[in-house]
Structures are given as structure tokens and as C-alpha cells.
């Protein structure tokens, strides 16, 4: 189930600790789906965190992508973090990933 503005902003990071955030409007964001791999180095996270796929020119702000690996633009696996967000746009990132699983 989609919330109702989907133009709502998510705050995002290529991995889960990268100090550098930024957002993306949810409807522009894929395949939301807990993990514990990132994109791109496809580092392990030391628990599972949402993630999903976003075209990278549809990213504000400054996280850790460049498109040096091939042109852009192109999806990238982002991960959204709960501290990151507000509660009620976490809510509604939770009715469509569901809860968190178990390590």
C-alpha cells in the first residue's frame, strides 16, 4: 500500500553509515525490501535495513555515488534508515516492507 502523497520525501545513504544523506521522493524509489548487503560494494550491515532503487538524477542532496562506473543515469541500491526519517514517513515505509526481521 502506497501513502497517500507519494511526493512525500525519504531520507537516503548508499550504505547504512555513510554520514552523507539525501532524498528522494518515494515514488521514485523501487523494490523497497529489507537487506543487509549494499549496493555498489555490497557491504554487510550488522542488521537488516531497508533498502530500494533509485535512478541517480533523482537524488537531491550529496550521498556517495558517482556515475564513474558507467554513464548515467542509472538505478542505484540506496538504504533508508529509521533515525533518518520521520514517524510517520517510517509508518508508512513499514506497510510496505513489513517488519523488521529477525538478524
Known amino acids: 500500500?502506497?501513502?497517500?502523497?507519494?511526493?512525500v520525501k525519504i531520507a537516503i545513504?548508499?550504505?547504512?553509515n555513510s554520514w552523507r544523506i539525501g532524498e528522494a521522493k518515494l515514488i521514485d524509489i523501487a523494490g523497497l525490501h529489507w537487506d543487509i548487503l549494499s549496493?555498489?560494494?555490497?557491504?554487510?550491515?550488522?542488521?537488516?535495513?531497508v533498502y530500494g532503487y533509485v535512478y541517480c538524477d533523482k537524488i537531491?542532496?550529496?550521498i556517495d555515488?558517482?556515475?564513474?562506473?558507467?554513464?548515467?543515469p542509472h538505478k542505484i541500491k540506496v538504504c533508508i534508515v529509521k533515525k533518518d526519517n520521520d514517524k510517520q514517513v517510517w509508518s508508512e515505509i513499514l506497510k510496505i516492507v513489513g517488519p523488521k526481521p529477525a538478524k
Not at 500500500?1 to 511526493?7: G, I, L, T, V
Not at 545513504?13 to 547504512?16: A, G, M, T
Request: hydrophobic residues 25%.
Open 1 to 7: 500500500m502506497m501513502p497517500a502523497n507519494k511526493d
Open 65 to 72: 555515488h558517482s556515475c564513474i562506473h558507467c554513464e548515467g
Open 13 to 16: 545513504r548508499h550504505q547504512w
Open 60 to 62: 537531491e542532496g550529496d
Open 39 to 49: 549496493g555498489g560494494a555490497h557491504a554487510p550491515a550488522p542488521q537488516p535495513f
